[in-house]
């Protein structure tokens, strides 16, 4: 055993021995380490922002995209954001020890269904800080130990992070061992990290397509896919078009670097003609690049032919697909070839499409006349959210308190012996 094997498995053999104290913490004990967290971090924000710095210096030298910086880089604002999303959670519901269902068998048995804590979480993700926050806030206070993996974008940002919150959660009489980070940047200690059965029950990887593949591929711990959102906006031939152009422009420029952010538009040819060049105006004014399909380019000048390979492109960037179809049939069988089953949406006035849609897309948050960046946690109501998951086993779409619980049962009984 090397040296990084070592220290990636001491890390994980204490979040698993804090995970058996967690488990049966009370509501109140969870929610006075989640507050604790919050006021250390908004008292530590100055030395968190330093250690930021030098994260956001050396992604400026390592070529980072802006829209790459973005989702790196923390202010005083940014750093409440993350406070405040933990005082989000000490208001929700705690989900261990709900009962979910109960009933009574012929023979006298009482049989439920209560949820509990998967355990102990691994999570891998990439250059934004804020996941180190919310995942440990999300995990605590669904009873789990959590074993945090960040990118080395932002190395020195999660080592300071950490530091502060799982020394506040310590003080305020949670177990040692309960929030753990791997600050060693090898690929080898993710790897490492893959492959701990033994400690870990779970693995969420959270970043782009790249990193998910290699944990889906890689791993021996079972795995929740999650965010992979090449995400389209369907404009129908029945669209408000003053209502669709806002929608796109929020669905793509608000934030390009997320995964509800979409990377495609389908527009209907017969608004085409005098919907392109409105919004591709408008986007153009916003530094988006299109690359168009050979009809968008007839109403649309400026813009690149597009590739095969770009609608299927996450590009995560102020880069937009663009393409004409004949029909909501079209679309659909678009959006069925080349989507991640991520979020999408229509813009129609028609009832009948609009329930097509919403029936025949398969994909974790399916909209009607809506901006896909409301696919989030906080949006949805759940406080922070630990990913989005796009699978189907377990849990599928923004990830809070409840998905990050399992059901065990149990069973009354008064002597009954099976005959």
């Known amino acids: 055993m090397n040296e990084i094997e070592a220290a990636v498995i001491e890390k994980a053999k204490r979040a698993k021995s804090a995970a058996r104290a967690l488990a049966y ?12 967290m919050a006021e250390a971090l908004e008292a530590s924000s100055g030395a968190i922002i330093e250690a930021n710095a030098r994260d956001l210096e050396a ?38 020890g709900e009962v979910v269902a109960m009933w009574r068998r012929p023979n006298g048995l009482e049989v439920g269904q209560v949820r509990v804590p998967l355990g102990v979480i691994g999570m891998i993700y990439e250059a934004r800080p804020n996941v180190t926050v919310d995942a440990a806030g999300l995990c605590l206070k669904a009873g789990n130990a959590v074993v945090l993996r960040g990118g080395s974008e932002a190395i020195h940002s999660n080592i300071a992070i950490t530091r502060v919150i799982a020394g506040a959660a310590h003080e305020a009489g949670l177990p040692e061992g309960a929030i753990e980070f791997i600050d060693r940047t090898e690929r080898e200690a993710a790897q490492v990290l893959m492959r701990l059965n033994e400690y870990l029950d779970v693995l969420i990887p959270r970043g782009g397509a790249g990193l998910i593949q290699t944990v889906v591929k890689t791993a021996t711990v079972p795995v929740i896919e999650t965010g992979i959102g090449n995400c389209h906006v369907y404009v129908d031939e029945f669209a408000d078009l003053t209502m669709a152009e806002p929608i796109i ?72 697909a ?37 029936r025949e897309v398969d994909a974790a948050a399916v909209y009607v006349n809506a901006s896909t960046r409301f696919t989030d946690g906080g949006q949805f109501g759940f406080g922070a959210e ?8 377990h849990a599928r779409g923004p990830m809070g308190l409840k998905e990050l619980t399992a059901i065990k049962y149990i069973v009354y009984g008064e002597g009954q012996v099976r005959q």
């Open 322 to 358: 663009v393409r004409v179809v004949a029909g909501i049939d079209e679309a659909l069988d678009h959006i069925y070839r080349y989507g991640t089953k991520h979020s999408e949406a229509i813009v129609t006035k028609s009832y009948f499409n609009a329930r097509r849609f919403l």
């Open 59 to 96: 992604g400026k030298e390592k070529g980072l995209s802006g829209a790459l910086l973005d989702r790196l880089m923390l202010n005083e604002a940014r750093v409440k954001e993350m406070a405040d999303g933990l005082r989000d959670v000490v208001r929700l519901p705690d989900p261990v």
């Open 25 to 36: 913490l009370s509501t109140a004990a969870k929610n006075a380490a989640l507050t604790a």
């Open 249 to 320: 422009i929020n669905a793509k420029c608000q934030r390009p670097g997320v995964c509800n952010a979409i990377e495609t538009l389908l527009v209907h040819e017969k608004v085409a003609p005098s919907f392109l060049p409105v919004i591709a105006d408008s986007l153009k004014r916003r530094g988006v690049e299109i690359r168009g399909c050979p009809e968008t380019l007839k109403y649309v000048s400026w813009a690149r032919p597009a590739t095969e390979e770009d609608w299927y492109t996450e590009f995560l960037d102020l880069v937009l």
């Open 386 to 393: 630990i990913g989005i998951s796009t699978q189907k086993l």
